[in-house]
């Protein structure tokens, strides 16, 4: 499953969890969770709370715009 994060500018613990849960019910299937361009602030979230150390989460690289 692919997750664009280009426009997203805001994201709190609770998405965090929810991408967190989600990557694991994809795992169950024998899915990945694909997270691309988030801007600078959101990645920055995401390796605050790990989320791009789960199993099954890759992580796409910053928004080229901002980059």
């Given at each position: ?18 991408l967190?849960?989600l ?43 901002l980059?």
């Open positions: 499953m692919v997750v664009d994060l280009t426009e997203l500018v805001f994201a709190d613990s609770s998405l965090m969890l929810d967190g849960v990557a694991r019910r994809l795992r169950v299937q024998e899915r990945t969770l694909r997270l691309c361009s988030p801007q600078p602030q959101v990645m920055r979230l995401i390796e605050i709370v790990g989320l791009n150390r789960l199993p099954g989460v890759k992580l796409e690289g910053p928004s080229p715009a980059a």
